[in-house]
């Protein structure tokens, strides 16, 4: 079955600081999300990779698909503490599927 | 941002009471799930559903059940709620794409359900 390891599981940094978060699938993917959690709340949908190599960006925030589609990273620039919360990857196994596959989170701590 | 709406947002029960947590979207998706996520720990599937009257078992098993008959609404009933069944459950929905390419699937704020 699908799995996906997200890497560090906690991460502290100062406001200001650069960050990346990874996402790494032990079978190609057909497609990849990114998620924002803030604490006890609903997910926030941040980007969409489908394409190998393929990167978006959304403000300061940066995410890249690998050209094997099997890891992501997610890379904030300049971290500020709006962009404390849990990053949440999710995975369509390739084939597709409507069932979308987790990663267990990576929390983030912007200290000001 | 999504037009994804669930209530209640927290709920404390006792065992054995029969609950019923509704999700409802105004962005007209065919496609609507339930996730069951434990604090630290990744979702999991438990319920979805393709469109009116359609629903399919997740991932995950679950002693509830879903009802789909209108579009837009997706509720999520336990019969006999239990303390296992204290969790944050995650109603979600998508556009029932005919191209090959992933939906994209948004997320209600969430329901904490706490079963003393």
């Known amino acids: 079955s699908q799995e996906l390891e997200q890497s560090p599981q906690s991460l502290i940094v100062q406001e200001g600081k650069n960050l990346t978060i990874n996402c790494t699938s032990s079978?190609?993917?057909?497609?990849l999300y990114w998620y924002k959690q803030k604490y006890g709340e609903g997910l926030i949908f941040l980007m969409m990779?489908?394409?190998?190599?393929e990167e978006k960006s959304h403000e300061k925030i940066t995410a890249k698909l690998d050209e094997k589609k099997q890891q992501s990273s997610l890379h904030i620039t300049a971290s500020q503490p709006s962009h404390a919360g849990i990053y949440l990857c999710?995975?369509?196994?390739?084939?597709?599927?409507?069932?979308?596959?987790f990663g267990k989170g990576t929390k983030l701590t912007v200290n000001p | 941002e999504a037009d994804i709406y669930q209530t209640p947002r927290y709920l404390v029960i006792g065992t054995g009471k029969k609950i019923t947590l509704e999700c409802s979207q105004t962005?007209?998706?065919?496609?609507m799930y339930w996730y069951q996520q434990d604090p630290g720990m990744e979702l999991h599937l438990i319920h979805y559903s393709y469109g009116v009257n359609s629903t399919e078992k997740g991932d995950l098993s679950s002693e509830s059940t879903v009802s789909r008959i209108r579009t837009e609404h997706f509720p999520l009933t336990l019969e006999s709620a239990r303390p296992s069944h204290t969790s944050q459950y995650l109603c979600?929905?998508?556009?029932?794409?005919?191209?090959?390419?992933?939906?994209?699937?948004?997320f209600g704020p969430g329901t904490r359900l706490t079963v003393l």
């Open positions: 962005m007209g998706h065919d496609k």
């Open positions: 990779l489908q394409k190998g190599g």
């Open positions: 979600a929905s998508s556009e029932y794409r005919v191209v090959p390419r992933p939906d994209t699937q948004y």
């Open positions: 999710g995975a369509v196994p390739q084939g597709g599927s409507e069932k979308l596959v």
């Open positions: 079978k190609t993917l057909y497609g």
